[in-house]
Each structure stands twice: as structure tokens, then as C-alpha cells.
């Protein structure tokens, strides 16, 4: 049993709704941080809470929703220590697990039908990381969640 933290906008509400449902069938621990109705939100908020839950809370997944999936994984991978990956299938979510050890999967409700949107659910809560060559990588990216920004004109 696993333990996620999902939230999504407004666009991503009905779609969440779902595959938390998806989720809690398989027998692992949702915590729903939001938003619980239509009306109209900012993802931001929501791909933060996810982030910092996910973040605070070791070997937790996090699922985001909004109406195309970018804004809430850029919010979302704001967090230090959160990977999150924009899924379209079944494919890209297990090479977010396998090669990049994503801890969080965003979706576009706007973008991807129910069904498939479950099927990738099931490959990113399926996939382990391969580790080996992917952990250099892994690790390079942790390392990105410290570094100062880059100046104009340098290399």
C-alpha cells in the first residue's frame, strides 16, 4: 500500500476524482488536498501542496491534474525534492519512474481520456526505478534543486 497526496484545479477536478477512486481500488492511502469542486482555482497552489506533502513525507507519490498538465508540474517541480513528470500514456509513465525516479505525475484532463489516464496511473504505481546509469542522472537533478541561477552570457 502506498501513500499519495493529489490535487488539481478546477479543469483537473473530475479527472482527479477519478483515478483517486482508481487509486483507493488498489488499496493504497489518498489524501485529497484539493480542490473539491469546479469552481474556479489556481493550479499553482495545488501543484505546491501536493509538492511540499510529497516532499515532507519519504516514499509518498504525489498525482496533479489541471486542464494540460504543464502548469501544475512546473508548480509542482518547484518543490525540492520532487520530481514530477507530465504523462500522456503508458509509456511515459513508466520511463518517469524507470529513468527518472519521479515521485509525481501530472496530468491534462483537457488532454487525456479517462481510461488512458488510469492506465498510466497504474504503469507510474507499478514502475520501480532501474537505478544504475539513471542514478548519476537522478542525482544531477537533485543537485539542480540548490543551485544558484545561471548568469546571461556565461556557460
Not at 484539493?34 to 501542496?49: C, I
Not at 484532463?109 to 526505478?129: K, Q, Y
Request: net charge neutral; hydrophobic share 40%; with cysteine.
Amino acid at each position: 500500500m502506498a501513500k499519495w497526496f493529489a490535487g488539481a484545479d478546477h479543469a483537473g477536478y473530475v479527472l482527479k476524482n477519478q483515478l483517486v477512486a482508481a487509486l483507493r481500488a488498489l488499496g493504497d492511502e489518498v489524501e485529497d488536498l484539493g480542490t473539491h469542486d469546479e469552481k474556479s482555482v489556481d493550479y499553482p497552489h495545488y501543484g505546491d501542496l501536493v509538492g511540499k506533502a510529497v516532499a515532507e513525507s519519504p516514499g509518498s507519490r504525489g498525482l496533479v491534474v489541471c486542464g494540460s498538465g504543464i502548469g501544475i508540474s512546473i508548480a509542482a517541480n518547484k518543490v525540492k525534492g520532487v520530481r514530477c513528470a507530465l504523462v500522456h500514456d503508458t509509456f511515459t509513465a513508466e520511463m518517469a519512474r524507470k529513468h527518472n525516479d519521479c515521485n509525481v505525475v501530472a496530468m491534462g484532463a483537457r488532454v487525456i481520456g479517462p481510461g488512458v489516464a488510469e492506465a498510466a496511473l497504474v504503469a507510474f504505481r507499478g514502475t520501480d526505478f532501474e537505478g544504475g546509469r539513471h542514478q548519476r542522472r537522478v542525482d544531477q537533478l537533485g543537485a539542480l534543486d540548490t543551485s544558484a541561477p545561471a548568469r546571461a552570457g556565461k556557460s
